[in-house]
């Protein structure tokens, strides 16, 4: 009978191990420090309700929103280690727990190369449907995030439309952007309409909505309202930052994972004071900022580092993440 052995770390072939766990608890105690004494600037009336309900402290004239640690480590505690990502087809469901990894294509492409005549054109809601068929039929990616956008409609109701496409063109469970509180109330409605009722689209939830905080530091009033339908709705919700290292961050590594940190938590705190036990995914796309032509290096080396080191912190917390590859 071999021997039991506790608290061992193994790893097998290459790996990027980029902190060790005192590193991530110094982050974690950071982010701690900055959610107190710097805080979270919330310009959405809702949402400074409920975290003034939860215990937070709000000073109103300035819309920042500042988090006691009590209230960021229930939050953490709170949230569910397993994720349920069900498909319209349940062969195509995922649960996201332990240390497991599937794959899921990149978004959102804005321009479409015709395969027939090679010519250039903005994206539109045709080009969604044919781009989540292909991604339907493809065994390696296990969830669908919207390949594309709707380009052709009405930019204020874009992602319903986006919801529309996909949902008659996938049975693999959809992350789709809501834009607006509105939006993703009304395609909480598709999926549920899908699903045979709400009650039972909160047990197999096909939907998770995608939302992002804007950095530095600020849950923006439309992240805020699809986060608070989510909750309401009992759907999982992915909180996903898109920091730039040398832009809208500190330069480096450790400083952008601190405010990346702070505004994902921020927005798992939200959904976990509408409702405790909300499930939610810690997302990321940061990356660095490329300094020469102030635009978004998502090709470079730092992206792969930053997000490594954003899926550890992840798994630091419990949390389920998603985040881009290099």
Do not use: W
């Amino acid at each position: 009978m071999s021997q039991i052995q506790a608290g061992l770390n193994v790893q097998m072939g290459m790996g990027l191990n980029l902190f060790t766990d005192d590193d991530l608890y110094a982050i974690h105690c950071a982010t701690l420090d900055v959610m107190m004494n710097v805080g979270i600037k919330v310009p959405c009336d809702e949402a400074k309700e409920i975290f003034a309900a939860g215990g937070a402290i709000i000073e109103k004239e300035s819309n920042i929103v500042k988090f006691p640690t009590y209230i960021v480590e229930e939050a953490i505690t709170s949230a569910p280690r397993t994720v349920l990502l069900a498909g319209r087809d349940p062969q195509n469901d995922y649960v996201i727990k332990n240390k497991s990894v599937a794959f899921t294509n990149f978004g959102e492409g804005v321009r479409v190369v015709d395969p027939t005549d090679r010519s250039v054109h903005n994206s539109t809601k045709k080009d969604l449907c044919d781009a989540t068929r292909i991604c339907d039929a493809m065994d390696q990616i296990t969830v669908y995030e919207r390949a594309l956008g709707a380009d052709d409609v009405a930019p204020q109701v874009q992602s319903i439309h986006n919801a529309e496409a996909i949902f008659n063109n996938t049975t693999k469970h959809c992350f789709i952007g809501a834009n607006c509180g509105y939006n993703a109330s009304k395609i909480i409605d598709m999926a549920a309409t899908i699903v045979g009722g709400k009650e039972n689209l909160r047990k197999r939830p096909i939907y998770t909505p995608l939302c992002c905080p804007n950095s530095p530091l600020t849950l923006n009033p439309d992240t805020s309202e699809v986060i608070v339908a989510a909750a309401t709705a009992g759907v999982p919700v992915n909180v996903l930052s898109m920091a730039l290292s040398g832009g809208t961050t500190p330069v480096t590594l450790a400083g952008t994972l601190v405010c990346h940190n702070a505004e994902v938590l921020s927005g798992i705190i939200l959904a976990q004071l509408v409702r405790k036990g909300t499930p939610v995914i810690y997302g990321s796309s940061t990356t660095m900022m490329d300094l020469r032509f102030t635009t978004a290096a998502v090709g470079a080396a730092e992206l792969g580092m930053l997000n490594a080191a954003v899926a550890k912190l992840a798994q630091f917390y419990g949390f389920p993440s998603f985040v881009a590859g290099g």
